[in-house]
């Protein structure tokens, strides 16, 4: 469909009522304890998450978001008693993560100020510890713009690394919505326990209910497993404003996937089941990649960044397998081991899937961007779905269950 089209979606039309009482505010005690709808040939069906690996057909490829949420929320104290919150929310400079990480004297990130009015031009500064040592973290507002203040960060102790600093300093950002601090237990729960790529401000919820446990039953069934990054930023929770989806703005979000990755891809066109929205995104972007390689084989890596309408352009569709082998093509010639990009992709109601055919995802806000998702992949009976959740048991949001989905266009 056109963006002319998809753009007149109505937001009010994705909403539902979600009592306060449903929202998890907390985890189970046992990851895999959770509940887990299932959803195929329009039948609806409840779980116990830990036997997911018998619901997987064999043979079977699941993708996973292996991003770590980082300590992004720094609270400064001025001396007048101001508390003024800087939520770290993508690197500036340097902008990549890694590199931006591993810095020892200076660093820039793109951020949201709390208590903004407190803070005019001057410069911020904390006493930090770490292992006995200690340093002068100071902060800068260097660039502003509507919604985002670019901040310097500088420190007098080059033995800290700005990662080292963030983990000490900073604390997780867990979602606004559950209306509560973050507690130590959040450092664990609030991580996958496949987390290994440090960039995000939330976790990929979906993500949360799996244990090592789980992992096994999926191998002992040869369910095989790829791992793709994308950095969640606090987008996530931007609520949607706008009377109609075309007025409203997308995050910029970093991905980053593998030559293997791709090429597992590549080789299972069917049968293939992400975890979580994040994880769709970033396999559905892969597609606009290849065909943008496909159009110009010598784009500049940085030129491969997705844009929000992308998908709803002019009409000239490609194999989705052939926009995965431009990528391989690319990657090898170019000796790169990784694809490094970004995505503004927007999923609505009218997109054509080009992968998955099954997704796991956990129960998401009214009028959101995710929910509008969920209904792009499997339809209208996304309601009934939401609620057979409500009338069965289920929690919701970030903490909540979740459910497996299989899609309209495979039986869903």
């Not at 979906?206 to 040869?222: D, Q």
Request: aromatic share 10%; proline share 5%; glycine share 6%.
């Amino acid at each position: 469909m056109k963006k002319a089209d998809v753009g007149k979606i109505k937001i009010a039309d994705y909403t539902y009522s979600l009592p306060d009482e449903k929202i998890a505010r907390y985890p189970l005690e046992k990851r895999d304890s959770s509940k887990l709808l299932l959803y195929k040939n329009r039948q609806l069906s409840a779980v116990n998450f830990s036997a997911i690996a018998k619901e997987i057909p064999e043979n079977s490829l699941m993708v996973f978001n292996n991003t770590r949420v980082i300590h992004a929320r720094l609270i400064f104290e001025k001396i007048t008693g101001a508390a003024i919150e800087v939520f770290c929310l993508s690197p500036r400079a340097p902008s990549d993560y890694l590199l931006n990480f591993q810095q020892r004297e200076s660093c820039s990130w793109v951020c949201m100020i709390g208590n903004a009015k407190r803070w005019k031009n001057d410069v911020l500064q904390m006493q930090v510890e770490i292992n006995g040592e200690t340093t002068l973290l100071s902060a800068k507002k260097t660039a502003k713009s509507e919604t985002d203040t670019v901040v310097e960060f500088s420190w007098d102790n080059p033995n800290f690394t700005f990662s080292e600093l963030l983990e000490v300093a900073g604390t997780l950002p867990i979602p606004p919505y559950l209306n509560r601090a973050s507690e130590a237990a959040d450092d664990s729960t609030y991580q996958t326990v496949y987390s290994a790529v440090e960039g995000s401000v939330a976790a990929p919820t979906a993500g949360l209910h799996f244990t090592p446990e789980v992992m096994e039953s999926l191998r002992e069934r040869g369910i095989k497993t790829a791992n793709v990054t994308l950095h969640v930023g606090a987008g996530t929770f931007k609520p949607v404003k706008s009377e109609t989806i075309d007025e409203h703005d997308m995050h910029t979000e970093f991905i980053s996937v593998s030559r293997e990755t791709v090429q597992a891809l590549y080789e299972n066109e069917k049968d293939l089941i992400v975890v979580g929205t994040t994880s769709m995104r970033t396999v559905e972007s892969l597609y606009y990649v290849g065909k943008k390689i496909l159009q110009n084989p010598q784009i500049p890596q940085e030129e491969l960044l997705v844009s929000q309408w992308e998908p709803y352009g002019e009409e000239n569709e490609v194999s989705p397998q052939l926009a995965l082998k431009a990528i391989i093509d690319y990657l090898g010639r170019n000796n790169s081991e990784q694809l490094i990009t970004a995505t503004r992709i927007i999923i609505v109601p009218g997109y054509q899937f080009h992968y998955p055919q099954g997704m796991i995802t956990n129960f998401h806000q009214p009028q959101s961007t995710l929910l509008l998702l969920i209904a792009a992949f499997i339809g209208a009976d996304w309601k009934r779905i939401y609620d057979y959740a409500l009338q069965s048991g289920f929690r919701f949001l970030s903490y909540g269950d979740s459910s497996l989905l299989w899609a309209k266009a495979t039986g869903g």
